[in-house]
């Protein structure tokens, strides 16, 4: 599967360089010409008058170019070069700078008359801004640690299972140490549908928003005396793929728990229902984990 990261990570580097060496250049002639008349802005000292300490910072120039290498040149260019290097923190200073990159372009949308460059930079700020959180996301996602060697109680009792789906990985870690505790035979639900990936984001989406199932690789679950069940949440519902899963094993599981994953902040009863429904069976017990940004946490447990 294509890295998003590294993606989202270059057209980041573009948007960081091209507003940050805009800013450098920008702040350059005003200290060049304090007067403006390099850029052609000797006319709007006077727009400038509205802010605090106007009489003190704001006759000419100098200030504002100050502030515009400070908030806007910098911290581009270094977020450019930590991204460039592979370093998280890049990433976070990215979004900052889409945030303050947004809040200057706020002022000058109040202080000057509207213009072509300020509307523009203005839609540039909430790219930067997107840009820089989808690629800390995926950086985060990417970057979880999976090693195998940390589960050594694998499949010693025979009579278990942990069943999970993972898309990105989140799900595949709770599955994977729950059955470690339990010593169970570990179960990887595969889809038949594209599940990777942003264009596999939405086309589960799209299943998830009319709760259709999606076709899977057979798995009977008849044969184990107690199953795990361990699902991420989709729009609100359990995934279709373990939907399918239910749907394929009515009747057939009778000591069953499931362990919901989700990065909402809630509990989702509606998705125990629904399983025990799907299945035809009580469940034992359920577990809620609250999963974000690479991070597993928060865990509760469901009482129905």
Known sequence: MKSRYNITSKLLIFFNLFIGLGAVY?????????????????????????????KYLYQDYIFPGIALLL?????????SYFIIKKKHCGNIISMVSGVLLN???????VIFPSNF???TYFIFSFIQFFLAFMTFVFYSQEHM?????????????????????????????????????QGATIIEVKAKERTEGTLGFWW????????????????????FDSVTICTP?????????????????????????????HFNPLI???????????????????????????????IKNILI
């Open 233 to 261: 949440i989709w729009v609100f519902a359990i995934s279709s793929p373990i939907r399918k899963l239910c749907i394929d094993n009515k009747n057939k599981v009778k000591n069953v728990s499931y362990i919901i994953n």
């Open 117 to 119: 460059l300020s509307n």
């Open 71 to 79: 908030i806007n040149g910098i911290p581009n260019l270094i977020s």
């Open 26 to 54: 920008g702040s350059t002639m005003m200290f060049l010409a304090p007067d403006g008349h390099l850029l052609r802005m000797e006319t709007m000292i006077p727009y400038f008058q509205v802010l605090p300490l106007a």
């Open 204 to 223: 589960c989406g799209r299943f998830a928003m009319h709760h259709w199932p999606m076709e899977i690789e057979k798995i009977d679950l008849s044969t």
């Open 145 to 181: 640690v999976f090693d195998l060697n940390n589960y050594k109680n694998l499949n010693k009792n025979p009579k278990k299972a942990v069943v999970f789906f993972s898309r990105v990985g989140y799900t595949k870690l709770l599955a994977y140490e729950e059955a470690n505790k």
């Open 268 to 298: 989702y009863k509606s998705a125990v229902k629904e399983m025990d429904e799907l299945l035809s069976t009580k469940h034992k017990n359920a577990t809620s984990v609250t999963s974000r940004i690479g991070r597993v946490r928060r």
């Open 103 to 109: 809040l200057w372009i706020i002022i000058q949308l």
